[in-house]
């Protein structure tokens, strides 16, 4: 049973455009939400990362939103680059726990 | 200076084969991890050693065995390969997850079984 659900699957959007990938979880007790980003022919490498205390957290072009009611996070990429071209994952874990739940990613296309 | 470092990259083989990964961390971390990932990109956690100790086993059938001989390396044996084998397998590691929420991923070691 997936415990992190994300979408879309894929997604393709122009350069400068918003990009937006939307996770959901089931398991309450989870506390930790990070973003991993492939590359092709690489292993994925945290890209950002939030904890439920607060609602929001920015990094350069990439923000995480973060709805703890909804049990639903979502990584907002502006002004989309075509290097920003990848495969995002959501995870979550919960304190205490070496056990990172992924979600089933989100291949992003960023055309000139 | 790779911080977890996979050999082989590639390897190809035949059904019924035993083959190894190889994994070893440089960055002084106490957990390392296997995950799976499949042709659709899903990630699966197969096994974590904290230490050189089992934490978490997956239902990952018992053809694949880990192994960890001291906590900078975590090995991975597969008996009798078979096609659904086939996949890119990741060796990670981390130093208290629950603080950093932090994996480090090696480049991975696709495996394709014949």
């Known amino acids: 049973q997936q415990q992190v659900k994300q979408s879309p699957q894929s997604l393709i959007v122009q350069k400068g455009g918003i990009s937006i990938i939307n996770c959901a979880y089931e398991?309450?007790?989870?506390?930790?939400f990070p973003w991993y980003q492939q590359f092709p022919g690489k292993g994925p490498a945290l890209l950002i990362a939030?904890?439920?205390?607060?609602s929001e957290k920015k990094e350069g072009r990439f923000t995480i939103s973060f709805n703890k009611s909804a049990k639903q996070f979502s990584l907002h990429i502006m002004d989309s680059q075509p290097g920003d071209s990848a495969t995002y994952f959501c995870?979550?874990?919960?304190?205490?726990?070496?056990?990172?739940?992924f979600g089933a990613g989100t291949r992003l296309t960023v055309k000139p | 200076d790779t911080a977890v470092s996979q050999t082989p990259k590639y390897l190809v083989t035949q059904m019924g084969n035993d083959k190894s990964i190889k994994c070893e961390q440089n960055?002084?971390?106490?957990?390392m991890y296997w995950y799976k990932q499949d042709s659709k990109k899903f990630l699966k956690i197969m096994f974590s050693?904290?230490?050189?100790?089992?934490?978490i086993n997956e239902t990952v059938p018992n053809r694949f065995s880990p192994k960890s001989p001291d906590k900078a390396h975590l090995n991975l044996h597969i008996n009798s390969l078979e096609l659904g084998d086939s996949a890119v397998y990741f060796c990670?590691?981390?130093?208290?997850?629950?603080?950093?929420?932090?994996?480090?991923f090696g480049e991975g070691s696709r495996l394709t079984v014949l």
């Open positions: 990670a590691s981390s130093q208290d997850l629950a603080a950093t929420g932090e994996l480090f």
């Open positions: 398991n309450t007790a989870f506390d930790y």
């Open positions: 939030i904890r439920p205390d607060v």
């Open positions: 995870a979550a874990s919960y304190d205490n726990n070496n056990d990172m739940r």
């Open positions: 960055l002084g971390h106490d957990t």
């Open positions: 050693y904290n230490n050189k100790e089992l934490i």
